[in-house]
C-alpha cells in the first residue's frame, strides 16, 4: 500500500490566534505553529496500515518555508519520506486553488489511499478531501471513525451526527478522518533523530506545471475582504432565587430553545 | 510568561532535535502521568506498567548507544529528566536509576554476553534494574563497605546487604558491588536468585512515588559470568553515580520550574486586599529572585551538557551542578509553597511534593556535604573527606 498523507501546518488552537490586518491571512508570525491535530490521526492511520499490509508512508505538505519544521515532527512518527509544495505565488490560495496544487503533486506520487484529516482547526471549510477526489478522478470516502483495508477494497465508518454509514470503494481513494479514529503515537526519540535524514522533495508551481495565476491571491475564487475581533464577553444574567428559581431556569432555557 | 525558563530564553539555546524530544517528554507526560501523579503519591506506589511506554518512547538508557537504545546526546537525555522530574522526582529517578546506574554499569563494564541478555529488554522497559552501593552502615563512605563476594570454586557466594536501593524490590536484575580479594568488584544479581531477598522501605515523606527498598544476600550462590568484567575498583561504581548525577542537574531545574510556574499561576489569580498576591512588591521579590536562580540553574546544566557532549565533562563540574542546582531547587519549591499559602500544603498543589522528593534528592547519589568537598578539593588540591 502507498499511502500519501496530506499535513498542513496551523497555528496552534490551544494559543491566540489572529488574521493579519494587511491581508486577511492566518498571522503565522505571531502563532506557535504546530501539525494540524487531526492529520496527526492520518499519520497514525497510515503508519498502522503500511504495518499491517506493507508499503511506505508519504507526507504532503503546501505550506511556506516554516513548514517544513512541521514536515519533521510529521515525519519522527514514521512516515519514510516527504513532499513540500512551497511557493511565494500560493499565498492567498482558496480551496479550490489548493486542490488543484495538491492534484498536481498526487500525479507523481502512485497512491493507493490519500488520507487527511477532515478538517483543519484554522480554515475548517471540509471541502478538500472532496475537491481533490474529484479532481483524481477517485473515490471520496470521508469522516471516517474506522478504517479498514482489505486487499483493494476500502471500507469506512462514516461518523455522521446521527450515527454511521458504512461506506465502501476501491483504491485508489481520498479518505479523511476525524480524531475519534486512532490514538495518534508519541514520536521515538529514534524518530526523531531519523527525520532528519528522511528525504524531503521540494516542488514550486513550475516543477508541478501549475500557472501561478491560478493560484494564490490572483487565482482565489474566495477571497476574506475583512475580520473583526469577536466582541467581548458580555456580563451575563444573573437569576435571583425567591423561591421560583427552577421556574424562571426552565423559563430562559425555553427562550432558548434548549428545552 | 507561561513558563518561567523564558525569562533568559533558555530554549533559544537549543537545538530543533533537542526541544521536539523535550516536547514529546512533555506532552507524554500531561496525558499520560501528570493526572495520576497525586494519587500515586498518596498512595506510595510507583506504576511498573509504565515502564513499557517509557521504554516505546526511548527514554529508558536514551543515551546509550546499540542494544536497543535511542543514543540521543547528552543534552537531550538532560532535558528529558527536566521534564520527567517536573512531574515528579520519583519518576526521574525511575529513569535515573534505569538508564544511568543499572543499564549504564552494564553497558559500559558488562561482557557482550551480559550486554544482550539484558540491555534490549531493559530499553523497552520489559526488564527493570536497580543498583546497590549504599549499606545501611556505608553511605557517603562506600570504600569500607560490608558486602562481601567469595570465590568458591568457580563461583561467587555473595553476603551483605545493601539499603536506600532505588527499584530495588521491583527490579529483574541488581547490580551489586561488594568486597572481593582483589577490590570491589560488581555483579548482577537476577531477581529470584536463592537467597536473595528485597524490602521495601515504608513511611517515606519523599519519594513516595517511587520504589525504595533494601536488599539482602544470604550466601547468594552467582556463576564466575554475574561479574562484570570491565568493573575494577570503586572508581566503577562512582562513574556511574556521575552518570545519574548528570540527570540530577538537569532534574532538579524541571522540579523548580514546575514549582514556580504553578507559584505564578496562583498568585495571579489569587486576591487579596483588593488586587491578585501577584502584584504586591514582596510577592514579585520572591518570583524575581525564583527566576534568577532558576535561569542560572537551567544555564548551569546546559553548560554541563554541552561539555558532556563534547567529551569534556570533569566530575567535579558534576559536582558543581548537583550541589547548585539542587539546592536551588528545593529553596524555590518551598518558597513557592509560602506563595500558595495554606492551599500549598495538599496535594493538589506540587510546590511542597516537590520540595518534599528534593530532600531525598539533595542526599543521594552523592551528599550535598560530599559535593561541597568534591568542589573544595578541586579549588584547593587538599581533600577533606575524612
Known amino acids: 500500500m502507498n499511502i500519501v498523507v496530506l499535513v498542513k501546518q496551523v497555528p496552534d488552537s490551544g494559543a491566540e490566534r489572529s488574521l493579519r490586518a494587511d491581508d486577511n491571512t492566518v498571522d503565522r508570525g505571531a502563532a506557535s505553529n504546530v501539525i494540524n491535530e487531526m492529520d496527526e490521526y492520518a499519520i497514525e492511520e497510515a503508519l498502522k496500515i503500511t504495518e499491517a499490509h506493507g508499503g511506505e508512508v508519504t507526507v504532503l505538505t503546501m505550506g511556506p518555508a516554516g513548514a517544513s519544521d512541521s514536515i519533521r515532527k510529521a515525519l519522527s512518527m514514521g512516515p519514510a519520506k516527504a513532499v513540500h509544495i512551497v511557493d511565494d505565488a500560493l499565498r492567498g490560495s482558496c480551496a479550490v486553488s489548493t486542490s488543484k496544487v495538491i492534484a498536481a503533486a498526487l500525479g507523481g506520487l502512485n497512491a493507493d489511499i ?146 | 510568561m507561561r513558563d518561567p525558563l523564558e525569562l533568559l530564553d533558555v530554549a533559544g539555546l537549543l537545538t530543533g532535535e533537542e526541544r521536539q524530544i523535550q516536547e514529546t517528554v512533555a506532552r507524554f507526560l500531561a496525558d499520560r502521568v501528570r493526572p495520576h501523579l497525586a494519587e500515586w503519591f498518596e498512595a506510595g506506589t510507583f506504576p511498573r506498567e509504565l515502564a513499557p511506554e517509557l521504554g516505546r518512547l526511548g527514554l529508558l538508557g536514551m543515551h546509550l548507544d546499540g542494544y536497543g537504545c535511542a543514543g540521543t546526546s547528552a543534552v537531550a537525555y538532560g532535558l528529558a529528566c527536566l521534564e520527567l522530574e517536573a512531574a515528579d522526582s520519583g519518576l526521574r529517578s525511575f529513569v535515573s536509576v534505569q538508564g544511568s546506574l543499572a543499564m549504564y554499569s552494564i553497558h559500559r563494564y558488562g561482557s557482550e554476553e551480559q550486554k544482550q541478555r539484558w540491555l534490549p529488554r531493559m530499553a523497552a522497559g520489559e526488564a527493570i534494574g536497580c543498583f546497590g552501593l549504599t549499606e545501611p552502615d556505608f553511605g557517603s563512605d562506600p570504600a569500607n563497605m560490608r558486602t562481601r563476594a567469595i570465590r568458591d570454586g568457580d563461583d561467587w557466594l555473595l553476603r551483605g546487604g545493601k539499603m536506600w536501593i532505588t527499584n530495588g524490590s521491583i527490579a529483574d536484575v541488581a547490580t551489586v558491588w561488594a568486597a572481593t580479594e582483589d577490590g570491589i568488584r560488581g555483579f548482577l544479581v537476577p531477581a529470584g536468585t536463592p537467597g536473595f531477598t528485597t524490602r521495601t522501605i515504608k513511611n517515606k515523606l519523599s519519594l513516595r512515588a517511587s520504589i525504595t527498598a533494601e536488599l539482602s544476600f544470604d550466601d547468594v550462590r552467582l556463576p564466575a559470568d554475574a561479574q562484570l568484567p570491565g568493573a575494577k575498583g570503586l572508581r566503577a561504581p562512582l562513574s556511574c553515580l556521575n552518570e545519574a548525577r548528570f540527570g540530577i542537574c538537569f532534574g532538579a531545574v524541571g522540579a523548580a520550574r514546575d514549582s514556580l510556574a504553578v507559584a505564578l499561576d496562583y498568585a495571579r489569580e489569587r486576591v487579596q486586599f483588593g488586587k491578585p498576591i501577584a502584584a504586591f512588591q514582596l510577592t514579585q521579590q520572591k518570583f524575581a529572585d525564583m527566576g534568577v536562580s532558576l535561569g542560572t540553574a537551567a544555564l548551569l546544566a546546559l553548560h554541563l551538557g554541552r561539555l558532556k557532549d563534547g567529551g569534556r565533562l570533569q566530575p567535579h563540574q558534576v559536582s558543581a551542578g548537583k550541589l547548585n542546582n539542587v539546592r536551588a531547587a528545593l529553596e524555590i519549591a518551598r518558597e513557592c509553597r509560602t506563595i500558595l499559602g495554606g492551599s500549598g500544603i495538599t496535594l493538589e498543589y506540587s510546590p511542597l511534593r516537590h520540595a518534599n522528593n528534593l530532600e531525598s534528592v539533595l542526599t543521594y547519589e552523592g551528599t550535598s556535604e560530599i559535593h561541597t568537598l568534591v568542589i573544595g578539593e578541586a579549588l584547593t588540591g587538599h581533600a577533606a573527606y575524612r
Open chain 1, 114 to 259: 490519500i488520507l487527511c484529516g477532515s478538517e483543519s482547526t484554522d480554515g475548517r471549510v471540509q471541502v478538500l478531501p472532496h475537491m481533490l477526489a474529484e479532481r483524481l478522478g477517485v473515490a471520496a470516502l470521508t469522516g471516517a471513525r474506522k478504517l479498514t483495508v482489505d486487499g483493494s477494497t476500502l471500507t469506512i465508518e462514516r461518523q455522521t451526527d446521527e450515527g454511521y454509514e458504512v461506506v465502501t470503494a476501491s483504491t485508489p481513494a481520498v479518505v479523511s478522518v476525524w480524531d475519534t479514529i486512532n490514538e495518534p503515537r508519541y514520536p521515538s526519540f529514534k524518530g526523531i533523530m531519523a527525520a532528519k535524514k528522511k528525504p524531503v522533495d521540494t516542488k514550486s508551481l513550475a516543477d508541478l506545471g501549475v500557472d501561478a495565476s491560478e493560484v494564490g491571491f490572483a487565482g482565489a475564487t474566495s477571497t476574506v475582504l475583512d475580520h473583526a475581533q469577536r466582541p467581548p464577553r458580555s456580563a451575563g444574567q444573573k437569576v435571583v432565587d425567591e423561591g421560583d428559581g427552577g421556574v424562571k431556569l426552565v423559563e430562559y432555557l425555553a427562550t432558548e430553545k434548549f428545552v
